[in-house]
């Protein structure tokens, strides 16, 4: 029976020389049990005074608008609404942004997951805020003269078309060198898209109504969201891990040749 000296480890399972070690793969979808714990820390990073106070001041601007209209005898129309809207579209721009990026990307999960539930953290404000602008509107507006409820949906339409615009317009500055500037830069950016698509002869045939029709401008704005969406998830997209964990070759350690004296 040979006796292993204590000198020496277990070397059991241990690369043969010569040969390159492999980084372990990291088993997919693994990453999903990390988001309960996550769920708190992006609710916390989510700019909630910047999307509130947008949505709110919207609001108010479409409620002193209401009550004028109604003091005068005017009616309030659909472009007031995308009017008041606007300050809702510009905070929404700062909500992809990630704050910490850094630390973000040194966590065990895509890059992508902290925009993205910043986003749906802003689906029910924006929401809730598109339903109180509809009741201020419809409320100035006699029944036979707003017609049916499907005449609202090209509004909705529009206006879902310029929320994910301006989110395409901020992840995509997110991936640049102003990431810091995002919504700075996005803001501006989507108003310029927005003020093309309306007075822009070749767009509003298609996007704005008169000329277009009722049933062609919705779908052509759900198109414009949709492609617009496809932008953020390929702009959104990043690499499981940026730094790099490729581990040296391991070489089988050389004898010490003795000194001759």
Not at 19 to 28: D, E
Not at 87 to 116: D, E, G, H, K, Y
Not at 221 to 244: I, N
């Amino acid at each position: 029976m040979i006796s292993r000296s204590p000198d020496i480890g277990n070397t059991e399972g241990a690369p043969i020389a010569g040969q390159s070690v492999r980084p372990a793969r990291r088993p997919r979808l693994s990453w999903l049990r990390a988001l309960p714990l996550l769920a708190w820390p992006i609710t916390r990073m989510m700019p909630w005074a910047t999307l509130i106070t947008g949505c709110l001041v919207g609001t108010v601007f479409l409620a002193v608008l209401a009550h004028v209209a109604q003091a005068s005898g005017w009616l309030l129309g659909q472009g007031n609404v995308c009017l008041a809207f606007l300050p809702a579209v510009a905070a929404l721009a700062f909500v992809p942004r990630v704050p910490l990026r850094p630390v973000t990307q040194a966590v065990p999960v895509p890059a992508w997951v902290a925009p993205a539930g910043h986003l749906l953290l802003a689906v029910p404000v924006l929401a809730a805020t598109c339903w109180a602008q509809l009741r201020i509107m419809t409320r100035t507006i006699p029944l036979h003269i707003l017609g049916h409820p499907p005449a609202i949906y090209p509004l909705i339409a529009q206006l879902t078309g310029w929320c994910a615009v301006t989110v395409a317009a901020a992840a995509c500055v997110g991936r640049s060198r102003d990431a810091d500037l995002g919504g700075a830069v996005a803001a501006p950016v989507s108003f310029a898209a927005i003020a093309l698509a309306w007075y822009t002869p070749i767009t509003r045939r298609i996007l704005v109504e008169p000329p277009a029709t009722v049933h062609g401008m919705t779908i052509a704005w759900y198109a414009v969201a949709t492609a617009a969406l496809a932008l953020t998830c390929a702009a959104m997209r990043d690499q499981w891990h940026r730094y790099s964990r490729n581990l040296p070759r391991l070489s089988s350690p050389r004898p010490v040749q003795p000194r001759r004296l």
